[in-house]
């Protein structure tokens, strides 16, 4: 691939010493970041290729930390009920999943992930079944992610083995060391997969060296189950079983205790929050700057977009501070720059991948975003932090250029993976086919 020099008005590293450059540069080599500084300091690279992005703002791509692809499929067709009780979930999504065929996965992932490409998203954490659709997908997109087989098993022995098998299978497949990962995903510990099925889905992260992902502490049942079995709380047991050794990635803690947060600093744990997720299903809010206070890793996530809508991460962390805000009744009560590190670092650490992804760093994996300055919403430059215009002036659509591994997925407002046009055209026959079958079904 060679050397590629890319050139902008600004460069924001997200680094551990917060270093700016304006204007700045960043040079390529392969995959990966072989150099990054100022202007001033480039004499002496040698490079095969110089793109002079002018008044761009380049800085890390984002992490999603916890979604569901296929499941914008899905989109605008829940409104009116919350998908974080028994009751809105099973009247809801249960009926159109029931009806969904594997040959509408493909499209809608190719939507999900042009969406995620075109509001600077560069890696992302899935969970959900039909991976064997959704893995060509993403790999076609060029979106680094982590992909966990999903898995309810409801304490049924026979679909626990199943499910196990398949979950293997599927792991075997994903061992090429490429940009995708397998992941285990139970839907939810002690709700839909029980003791048994949970100690079998750790025993299979730690022989494929993976994490796991779920949900957790969603509406308290898991509490409310442990509390009443082992006479403990949930996290108390998930240590006991050593789930707290593995990278586990536990999206939503909405019902996480305070007096557990000791447990899980110092581990692999990390809660994802997903801010419009909550306020759109009425859910509640975590207990997250207590988690943070605690030494707990937190990301960010757009959970599903049923009824998120959107998969616009700049929009995930303005809706958070201003929800975090509120809550402590503190302007600021979550600072810019720790809103951005969580949808950047706090997802790389999530994923065990810290060292490669997450900041601007030579040695760094190439995935790259870069904002158009000539957009609206920055002005007056001098006057607005430049945390605080990523995180409350701007959005997504400000996002012109998307490389990951140091290949442009987007380009100057262009993708160059996909054919967005088409996948939309599919997406609308695929729904049309949903609606009518479940429509279908309702009229048996
Ligand atoms: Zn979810």
Redesign the pocket.
Known sequence: MGSTLIRAEQVVTLDDADRIYEPGYVLVEDDRIAAIGPQAGLSGRHFDETIDLGPRLLMPGLVNA???SPMVLFRGMVEGHSLFNFDGWYNTIRVVEEVMTPDMIGAAVGVSCAEMIRTGTTTFAD?YFWMDQIVPQVRRSGLRAALAYGIVELGDKAARTRELAAATAFLQSMQDGGRLRGWVGPHAFFVDNSEEAMALELALAQRFDTGLHV?FGTSGEEERYSQSHYGHSAVTQMAAMGLLQQPLLA??CLALPESDLPLLSATRFTAVI?PS?FMRNAAGLPPLLALRRAGVNTALGT??VTNNNSYDMFKEMQILGKLMALQHRTPNALPTREILEMATMGGARALGLEDEIGSLQVGKKADVIALDLHEIGWAPRNGQDVYTALVYAVSGMHVRDVMVDGTWLYRDGAWKTLDYRQLVKALEADAARLAHASRLKGDL
Do not use: I, K, L
């Open positions: 916890h979604t569901h969970q949900h999206a939503h997903a997720s959970d599903n």
